[in-house]
């Protein structure tokens, strides 16, 4: 506790307090990140990502839709950066081929594909993943070879709960970046959550 | 501009100069809202919500995903209360029957489904809308339509840009509820924008 705030605290609160086990190594957080959000909580979390990652002067943040988008934001307001969330399907708007990077859904089946626009994402910008989770890890090395086929480069990753578990840490260690989780998760106990350390 | 704020302002201003008008009444902000996200001009946003439905006091922001989610948090970030994102797919976490309506996708072609699940939206809840647009107001009929299912009370709906054109606002006015704003698009002059007023 004593490298952490009193949001992360918090944090963990809620997850113990509204999470709901699923089984099959799928939580429910739907009380206040995955249908509805809690702006405070989100503010907390956008305070705690800011100060673990404004060292290394990110000049976009990245996430994917639906659920990435309130922790990024929040994280962007923090850091005053922009925040761009990748589609996982193309809309009008989107003219031209956009980088492109495919991995499977944990919580909808099938693949999803995650598109983002040239315009957004160049060689001179320094990016910082964000995301809800960080569990096999395949949703965030989709965008992180969104952030290669840029040429942007990665500063970083953060997730607001890893399920320590799947392994999606070790997944990420080739991309040599400081990955960061505001709760980390060890193991389901029946339907109890137990925390890291 | 005299009952108008400088954010306001600042709004058309990045509407003017960022947004691309593809035709066929579909205006592209890609740039601040609907793929990037800008996260002071968001504030922005959320302050302008609150200052126009504070005195309705809403428990809960209904929004849409995936591009109501920012404009949304940003005014539940201002007015501290919980926001909840209407899905278009039925995640897996989504169990029971939840609320649903039916609009059709401007952008995206073919029908949606929002559904919200009943514990998020209750009989004691006074629910604001907030959406990115206001067009044929398909959509926002479809949340006010989800409200009505779980018995809480309308009490307003934002949009961050009205494209007046399409009609919507009629389309809304046998909601008897307060409906703002923030950009109106009274039509298209070729690709030229022109503001109400």
Redesign the interface.
């Known amino acids: 506790m004593s490298n952490d705030s009193t949001y992360m605290h918090w944090l963990r609160e809620r997850i113990l307090n509204e999470g709901?086990y699923?089984g099959n190594g799928?939580l429910?957080v739907?009380?206040f990140m995955?249908?509805?959000?809690?702006?405070?909580l989100?503010?907390g979390i956008g305070y705690e990502f800011a100060r673990r990652f404004r060292g290394q002067h990110p000049t976009k943040i990245l996430t994917a839709?639906?659920s990435g988008?309130?922790p990024a934001?929040?994280a962007?307001?923090m850091l005053?950066?922009?925040?761009?969330?990748a589609?996982k399907?193309k809309?009008?708007?989107?003219k031209d081929e956009p980088y492109q990077a495919s991995a499977p859904s944990h919580?909808?089946?099938g693949v999803v594909t995650l598109m983002?626009?040239h315009?957004?994402l160049s060689p001179n910008d320094r990016a910082l993943i964000i995301d809800d989770f960080l569990a096999s890890a395949l949703t965030i090395r989709a965008l992180a070879e969104i952030v290669r086929q840029s040429g942007a480069t990665l500063v970083g990753i953060g997730a607001v709960i890893e399920k320590a578990f799947e392994g999606g840490r070790g997944a990420l260690r080739d991309l040599n970046t400081q990955v960061e989780s505001l709760a980390v998760i060890e193991r389901f106990d029946g339907d109890k959550i137990v925390f890291a350390e």
């Open positions: 709901v699923l799928i429910k739907d009380a995955n249908h509805q959000v809690d702006p405070l989100m503010q839709e639906t988008i309130a934001l929040a962007g307001m005053q950066v922009p925040v761009v969330f589609r399907t809309p009008l708007t989107l919580t909808k089946g983002v626009a315009e957004f």
